[in-house]
């Protein structure tokens, strides 16, 4: 035995070899005992084995129970609709959460946001039940169930009240879907009540959007479902700096893997200027996960220390670094 926690690592399409890799110099440089074990999804294990995401990737997070992964695209003819909603389905990793905090000397109009969103990661609009009823008539179901939505909510408060958060916001569209968003409305009302230091706020998706946009340090945790979280989560990444600086993490009962918000970037892909900070985020969210505190903190502070400088801002955030020169100001910075 090595003692070194074992890994899942999946590198991913686009940009993410890039980034990850800058991820695992950044986590063993800060000192964690991860052993990584590599496996492979996307594009190219699709070109090699037909299929975009083999068992064997289930398998070994299964075995592991937590995984760093980059952004997985799914291939055309491939036969699934998405991988990451396969991934996300297959494991019951029921809850995406997405810390997004101010980095200072990241340039954006708002100083002092740190909220985090927890969205539904397995039902809603995205149960995958469309069907045509008839020519020119189709219907997209939306799912809700009083499980999954107790869940979710359950899960919130749990997370405000271990990092000491004050409030929750529902984020909801209860007055035009009464059925669906009320009984998630109901479901987080519900679990509330058991966390009486906790505030819960109620916020209708549209006017949610409003405020985040202007006053997002009025926002703590916010809970809400699978397809307004995937919005806002966007949203929130551009209120602190974009996708190359938003860590993320979709957690279960049994297994967590952690990613980036970001896609595989195909536009900018192999040409070494990705910004990898929100992988390296990603993998100090892990570390922290897996006890490794000291590690992720460090992470934190050197990637923060980075930014300070805005030589090292890559193209993204109007700079001129390379994933290259960002991840060496990370390392110097430990
Ligand atoms: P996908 O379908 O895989 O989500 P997408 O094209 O919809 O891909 P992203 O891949 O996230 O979305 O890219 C959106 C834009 O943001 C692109 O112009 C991309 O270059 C840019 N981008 C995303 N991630 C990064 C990053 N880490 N560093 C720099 N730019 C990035």
């Given at each position: 035995m090595s003692g070194k926690r074992r890994v899942t690592l999946i590198p991913g399409d686009g940009i993410g070899p890039e980034v990850t890799d800058a991820a695992v110099r950044v986590v063993a440089a800060a000192g964690a005992a991860i052993e990584w074990e590599r496996l492979d999804a996307g594009q190219a294990v699709f070109e090699e084995t037909g299929t975009p995401l083999p068992d064997a990737v289930i398998d070994s997070i299964r075995a592991n129970r937590i995984a760093l992964k980059g952004p997985v695209g799914t291939p055309i003819g491939s036969g699934f609709r998405s991988v990451n909603v396969t991934l996300r389905q297959a494991l019951d990793l029921y809850a995406c959460v997405r810390p997004v905090r101010s980095s200072p000397g990241v340039p954006t109009p708002f100083e002092n946001v740190d909220l985090v969103i927890v969205r539904?990661?397995?039902?809603?609009?995205?149960?995958?039940?469309?069907?045509?009823?008839?020519?020119?008539?189709?219907e997209s179901l939306k799912v809700v169930t009083e499980k999954a939505s107790l869940r979710i909510a359950r899960y919130a408060f749990e997370l405000a009240a271990r990092e000491g958060r004050r409030t929750v916001t529902a984020v909801h569209k209860a007055n035009i879907m009464k059925l669906s968003d009320g009984l998630f409305l109901d479901c987080v009302r519900s679990v509330a009540a058991d966390y009486p230091g906790i505030?819960?706020?109620?916020?209708?998706?549209d006017a949610c959007a409003m405020q985040l946009v202007r006053r997002p340090e009025s926002f703590d945790v916010l809970v809400m479902d699978n397809l307004y979280g995937d919005i806002l989560s966007d949203l929130c990444a551009g209120l602190v700096g974009g996708l190359g600086v938003t860590p993320g993490s979709n957690v279960g009962d049994e297994c967590s893997v952690f990613e980036a918000v970001h896609g595989s970037a195909p536009d900018i892909a192999g040409k070494g200027r990705a910004n990898p900070a929100a992988v390296i985020r990603s993998a100090a969210m892990l570390c922290a996960e897996i006890g490794e505190t000291d590690a992720a903190r460090r992470i934190e502070a050197a990637v923060d220390a980075a930014f300070a400088?805005?030589?090292?801002?890559?193209?993204?955030?109007g700079g001129s670094a390379t994933t290259e020169t960002f991840t060496e100001a990370v390392l110097a910075g430990l």
């Open positions: 539904e990661n397995t039902e809603g609009l995205y149960s995958g039940l469309e069907h045509r009823v008839t020519e020119g008539v189709v505030e819960l706020r109620e916020a209708i998706i400088d805005p030589a090292n801002h890559p193209g993204d955030l």
